[in-house]
């Protein structure tokens, strides 16, 4: 026999109180694991959708005369300036040091066109991205697939009188109508969107481009120090961060963030105080079999050993379970917390759970261990 | 040179205000191989005695001196491995670990020590069957009756073949025959030779033993040597005695 015998076996023969303790931690740890869990996900699930919410840097060339007002419509001015943006610049952003974080990079050039004897502007895009950017686009119609397929915002095609499949002409390039936005409230209401590569091709611009609209996954990324790269790889470039929303959003993911932490905190040093009392009554009800330990030769250290080697087993126990229970928490809270998936419950969130279980669990248990086996021996067979 | 030196060992309970002397300046050798009884009243000190022997009570002046080994000058951990190796503690209440079979119980002080499992299992099985429990080896003590519960303390303290038993009252809480049976058991350990110190109410217990010493209000009131081992001699003979001089209480 062996002293992590006796250890075991009194956790056996307390089975309800030991089942007991393994929950009360567990649940701790469940709650502490859960919340982390939630939080990384609605993390990471905001920031996927960051690009979601549109552009959130704004590249223009650098201009005096140019006041833009991206809400409002007053890119016009920038439509006229000189370009001095153009499709390497492209690529220049992509290699920025923070390029991990940049979602998606929409180049974009604007030109005046006369149709149909009205003047409109023509916004020249990647499809492919501008959809990405902007997935609250809803359309009649279909989706451009063809390079002479366009889309019509919803006052453009009003004024144009314009449907999916109708034709259109402009600067003596023929192209036809694949759908319609339906109306965003934005300036895309007034634009008629086609193909990067024709614009610049039928207004013979070239590489030249009109903006850059870049999307970072910036929840914990310094936007700042995004603006600063792409500024310093663009130095004729006006780099802006479209801020505000980011922010607020930003704020309420660290508001979430903050609460789990001091829940967290909380239950686990509720948890921690009662594993102590727990332990100290059981330390008290064990006098007697401490007394008959030492009487038999353990020294201080074994008893010391017996009964911490009951709380390491508890512990991992409660690490466990409670790994398992926050994961499974975290399941069935998913739907409710709008997530599509949970992060943060690899392996290395199971050796956290351990780590904290263990060390809730020990440092709860040390005390009223090395009480116990400071004990006189006498005093403790003479308990009962 | 006596195995079991005591010289001047007093105790004193110090409790809030109240102090209690539990001995008083006792002074005692004991041979190896002697069976002596300890009488005396409630609260007279005989626990005491024995735990102080035992190396689990530090007197509070005095020394104690076990094959010359002054034990409380022993470091703490000494004094533990000198309880595990010289000494077995045989009590009243048995005292087994309730959580632990009849075998995990005798195996109990083995438990800190590096013994191989096969070997410590082999030890206590052979006192198992010696004590005529091994069939229930087990079983948990709280299915055993008193008397086989004391015989598993008895294997217990004898697992790491100890010089010295130490017992105090170990029939107090059995019945005549139970407890007669219990004697015998000590009486073939001494046979074997261990040193017995045994502390019991029962007057005609003394017989079994080689010495009876006598405590009132923690001193020694009486140590009869001699006579005590003819009066033995004469019981196991069947003679006549007269119990009513043994009787304190
Ligand atoms: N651990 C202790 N703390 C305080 N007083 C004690 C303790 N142990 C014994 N005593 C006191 O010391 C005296 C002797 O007790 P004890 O040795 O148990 O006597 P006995 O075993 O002869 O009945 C008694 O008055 C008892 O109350
Ligand atoms: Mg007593």
Redesign the pocket.
Same mark, same amino acid.
């Given at each position: 026999m062996k002293l992590y015998h006796i250890g075991l076996k009194n956790l056996k023969r307390r089975r309800v109180r030991t089942t007991l303790t393994i929950l009360g931690l567990a649940l701790a740890v469940a709650i502490e694991v859960g919340l982390t869990g939630i939080t990384k996900s609605l993390e990471d699930d905001f920031s996927r959708k960051l690009d979601e919410y549109g552009a959130n840097i704004l590249i223009l060339p650098k201009s005096d005369d140019l006041s833009l007002d991206y809400g409002g419509l007053s890119v016009a001015g920038v439509t006229f300036g000189s370009e001095k943006l153009s499709m390497s610049d492209v690529a220049k952003i992509k290699a920025i040091k923070n390029s991990e974080n940049i979602a998606t990079v929409v180049p974009q050039l604007f030109h005046a066109a006369d149709v149909n004897g009205r003047n409109v502007i023509v916004s020249g895009i990647d499809f492919n991205s501008e959809f990405r950017l902007k997935r609250w686009w809803r359309f009649s119609g279909s989706r451009p697939k063809e390079p002479d397929e366009i889309l019509a915002g919803s006052s453009a095609a009003q004024a144009l009188n314009l449907k999916p499949g109708d034709d259109l002409e402009i600067a003596k390039h023929h192209l036809r109508v694949a759908g319609v936005l339906t109306e965003t409230g934005s300036q895309d209401d007034k634009l008629i969107f086609v193909s990067l590569p024709i614009v610049q091709k039928i207004f013979d611009k070239g590489e030249a481009l009109s903006m850059i609209e870049v999307s970072a996954l910036c929840y914990n990324c310094p936007i700042d120090s995004i603006v600063a790269q792409i500024g310093e790889k663009l130095p004729n470039a006006q780099v802006t961060a479209v801020r505000q929303t980011i922010e607020t959003k930003m704020d309420v993911m660290h508001r979430i963030r903050h609460f789990s932490i001091i829940l967290s905190v909380a239950v686990v040093l509720f948890a921690a105080l009662m594993i102590f009392v727990n332990m100290m009554s059981s330390i008290t009800e064990r006098e007697k079999e401490i007394g008959i330990f030492r009487a038999v030769g353990f020294k201080r250290k074994h008893v010391l050993a017996v009964l911490l080697f009951e709380s390491l087993i508890v512990s991992l126990s409660a690490g466990v379970v409670g790994y398992l229970l926050g994961l499974s928490g975290a399941h069935l809270a998913r739907p409710l917390m709008g997530l599509h998936d949970l992060h943060g419950f690899g392996i290395d969130t199971l050796l956290i759970s351990l780590t904290l279980a263990i060390f809730v669990g020990i440092s709860a248990a040390i005390y009223p261990a090395y009480k116990a086996a400071k004990l006189?021996p006498?005093?403790a067979l003479?308990a009962l | 040179m006596s195995l079991i030196e005591i010289k001047n060992v007093s105790?004193e309970?110090i409790?809030g205000q109240t102090s @209690?002397h539990?001995?008083r300046d006792l002074s005692l050798q004991i041979d190896e191989g002697e069976f002596v009884t300890v009488m005396?009243? %409630? =609260?007279? =000190?005989? %626990? @005491? !005695?024995l @735990?102080i022997v035992g190396g689990l %009570?530090e007197p509070t002046s005095g020394r104690v001196v076990i094959d010359e080994i002054d034990i409380y000058s022993l470091r703490r951990d000494g004094l533990s491995d000198l309880r595990r190796e010289y000494v077995g503690f045989v009590f009243q209440s048995f005292n087994l670990v309730p959580y632990l079979n009849v075998l995990e119980n005798v195996l109990l002080p083995l438990a800190p020590t590096g013994i191989p499992a096969k070997e410590q299992t082999a030890i206590a099985e052979g006192l198992l069957s010696e004590v005529g429990l091994l069939e229930k080896a087990e079983h948990l003590p709280g299915e055993l009756s008193g008397g086989e519960q004391q015989r598993v303390a008895i294997a217990r303290a004898l697992i790491s073949d100890p010089l010295i038993i130490l017992a105090?009252e170990p029939t107090g809480n059995l019945d005549t025959a139970t407890s007669e049976s219990i004697m015998q058991l000590f009486k073939l350990l001494n046979e074997r030779g261990k040193t017995i110190l045994m502390?019991t109410h029962n007057p005609v217990y003394k017989f079994h033993s080689t010495r009876t010493i006598d !405590?009132r209000d =923690?001193t020694l009131v009486g140590d009869d040597m001699k006579y005590i081992s003819q009066m033995s001699a004469d019981y196991r003979e069947g003679r006549e005695f007269q119990q009513n001089i043994w009787t304190h209480d």
């Open positions: 006189e006498t005093a003479r | 105790k309970y409790i @209690t539990a001995l005396g009243p %409630s =609260g007279s =000190g005989k %626990s @005491t !005695f @735990t %009570s105090d502390v !405590f =923690g």
